[in-house]
């Protein structure tokens, strides 16, 4: 049976009810407002990624250099938990990390306590890379905003920190309902 969408069905968050949206217009218009800017903001942050990938390394996909920073931030990590960090499916990290191996960015090790597992992490080169390109984006952000109040900045550190905890919340809960769907 066809839901009526030829591109198939539409998922939004399952548990968000419409009635908020009309009872406080104001509220409303911010939510519309944000909806915009995020959207904005998020592909102008796919653009960069993919140009920041092609400096890490001629060719990198730019989901290669997320994969690259979270390992850099978090690692090492064993490739299973990449993939939930990152909410990619199991073939495009395989990929990625395929990709920075080649490249010398990344080293890939048998895991002591599984060695069917893999442990991933930043190579001694792809650290001094990233930390090369990341030392000269955030000398961008302090020129871009350098007429901005500190605090100003800070806030928006801590509400952009909030709004990915709330995501990182958000993705837990759909991988647990997925999870208890198989």
Do not use: F
Request: aromatic letters at 2%; hydrophobic letters at 40%; glycine letters at 8%.
């Amino acid at each position: 049976m066809s839901d009526g969408n030829p591109t198939g069905p539409v998922h939004v968050e399952d548990d968000v009810s419409t009635a908020t949206t009309t009872a406080d217009p104001a509220a409303h218009e911010a939510h519309v407002a944000l909806e915009r800017e995020v959207a904005l903001l998020l592909r102008r942050a796919r653009a960069i990624q993919g140009r920041l990938a092609g400096e890490l390394h001629r060719g990198l996909d730019g989901a290669a250099y997320g994969l690259l920073v979270l390992l850099d931030d978090a690692g090492p990590l064993r490739a299973s938990d990449v993939v939930v960090r990152l909410g990619l499916d199991k073939s495009t990290v395989s990929r990625q990390v395929a990709s920075l191996v080649d490249a010398g960015l990344v080293d890939r090790v048998a895991d002591p306590d599984d060695g069917r597992a893999q442990v991933l992490s930043t190579s001694t080169e792809g650290h001094r890379r990233l930390s090369e390109i990341r030392d000269a984006r955030r000398a961008r952000w302090e020129a871009d905003l350098a007429d901005w109040a500190t605090d100003d900045v800070a806030s928006l550190a801590a509400l952009l920190g909030r709004l990915n905890r709330l995501g990182e919340a958000r993705e837990a809960q759909v991988r647990g309902t997925a999870l208890a769907d198989d």
